[in-house]
């Protein structure tokens, strides 16, 4: 219901509706409308953690598990369990000038979100995949906006290259990250990072 009708369209009422309830058990087990929608985006970001990061743990730390968190990601934003879309991003765009328990939550929920990928970005530079020099923070809210971008394209849109445009957008963002190889072009700068391996900066 939170995906197709969004959190505001979600109430003890309507819920009750659609399970043939008596609104008096669902507000005994609730107690409000705004406990009820907070349960069902606690739930909501349960399923993601399930369905987005802990598969990508199963690979390799460093670039395979960045790689790993954008397909699960990809995966969640066309998945048929959400017809309307993910309900944390619906509601994140509900509730953004709305203060209070509900905002509150969807705001530390995209924070820990962000330090997660921030994270495995980290390890991705300590592992010797991406260049030390590049902005962590910068990269998880490219990584967190095209994500975003994709499922407004591919459902708001039905843009026919959604999906083609979002992978390439996310080459582009790896290919500025990767460390490079020494390069034998003399007008290409290299150097070392505080590990001794090569890395290479943009070209003059």
Known sequence: ??????LTGLTIGSLADRLRMSKSGLFAHFGSKEQLQLAVLEHAAEVFTEEVFRPAL?????LPRIEALFDNWIAWSKS????????????SIEFDDRPGPIRDFLALTQERLMKAIGGAVQRAIDAGHLRPDMDVERFAFEFVSLSYGFGLTYRLMHHPRAEEMARKAFADILDRARLR???????????????GRFWRTEQW
Do not use: H, N, Y
């Not at 219901?1 to 969004?6: A, D, I, P």
């Not at 199963?58 to 460093?62: D, L, M, N, R």
């Open 1 to 6: 219901m939170t995906s197709t009708e969004g």
């Open 181 to 195: 190889p020494v390069s034998l072009d003399p007008f290409a700068w290299d150097g070392r990072d505080a590990a």
């Open 58 to 62: 199963a690979q390799p730390t460093g």
């Open 80 to 91: 048929s369990k959400l017809p309307g879309g993910c309900p944390i991003q619906g509601a």
